[in-house]
């Protein structure tokens, strides 16, 4: 188990020493940050050695907002299990912050928010509100990749016999950004300017760009689900406990958070999100927090492989527990929605001391 734990871990790492393209150089003030995304991953297994089923169903909601003034970010998650012949199992995680910028051309701010969980271990909510300072945004950098995928697309299919230059890169990527206010969503009038540009470039070859090219196009400017985005931010500040999960006195508690993201290239997104927090007096004892790390890698257009390691420190009754998650994902895209999943996952259980894997066939869904 050591020897597989160690290999999904050397994949995992591996992947993220990529040369990066300077996505995350990208930056456009008059475009807001937008992202958000709803998935939901159904599977049913069968066990004949007992004679009995289980189902699982996990939602995740996430949004992230940014505009020169203010900011936002929302998050939900959600994990059912159900099983024929023993109780079932629930948990749901879900919080937001509000953040307002002091200045639109610096990226300090102030925020505040609120985090809850419940889960059928536990018989109360956890409830916490917090406020404090921070530093940091994120940046849509999704103009810029779709336009080196274009390129990409172009030079593959010999349109073009080279790529632009940085420079005329950024002011495509300014056009397919512009495509809500400038060209009101026209699809036809945006493709007509940049072909006059990557024209005026002088790379496109004596073929030209016929009307096939013209739609392979068209099909990545319009393809909402693919995203990227750099950036990140820290925050410090102070929260108090409404209402504990645990069996703890609610107190005034110090609160950290840290989240990262970085698009290594079109094809590679990186994101780590992080937070801590603890009462006053025993913040070195037994300070609870999350660490998530996640790597998206679109191997092809049908074809993308998600990988994520998750740590968790939490008190249950009245005990602090380490929780390992590792997870490892080949996804097939079945249609613009709908998803096949391939999924194997090394969990560490703190009260058995011990490794667990599990695979999983699934269908997913994007509802967003």
Known sequence: MKKTTMFVALLFFCGIVVIAMPLCSYYYSGINTDISSLDTDFSLSYRGETNSTAGKINVDYTRLFNSLSFGFDVFLESKIYAFALNPSYFSIATGGNFKYFFSPDKPFFGFAGIDGDLSSSNQKIGLNIKTGLGYGRFVDVTPLAKTARI??????????????????????????????????????????????????????????????????????????????????????????????????????????????????????????????????????????????????????????????????????????????????????????????????????????????????????????
Not at 210 to 217: A, H, R
């Open 151 to 368: 390129i990409t697309y172009l030079l593959e299919k010999e349109v073009i016999f080279e790529s632009p230059s940085e420079t005329e890169m950024i002011s495509l990527a300014y056009e397919i950004a512009n495509l809500p206010l400038t060209y009101h969503n026209s699809i036809t009038e945006l493709l007509g300017v940049l072909q006059e540009m990557i024209g005026r470039a002088n790379i496109v070859s004596d073929k030209g760009i016929q009307e096939d090219e013209i739609q392979g196009m068209k099909s990545i400017i319009e393809d909402k689900g693919f995203v990227r985005y750099c950036g990140g931010d820290i925050k410090l500040g102070i929260g108090y406990g409404l209402s504990n999960s645990t069996e703890e006195n609610n107190n005034f508690l110090f609160v950290l958070g840290f989240n990262y993201a970085f698009a290594a290239t079109p094809q590679i997104q990186i994101l780590t999100l992080s937070s801590m927090s603890s009462s006053f007096g025993n913040f070195f004892q037994n300070p609870q927090i999350k660490f998530a790390i996640d790597y998206d890698h679109i191997l092809s257009e049908k074809v993308e492989v998600i990988s994520s390691y998750c740590f968790s420190r939490k008190k249950s009754e009245n005990v602090l527990s380490n929780l390992h998650n590792i997870s490892l994902n080949l996804i097939w895209t079945l249609t613009e929605k709908m998803r096949l999943t391939l999924g194997m996952r090394f969990i560490y259980k703190p009260n058995e001391h011990e490794w667990i894997s599990e695979i999983d066939l699934f269908v997913g869904a994007d509802l967003l």
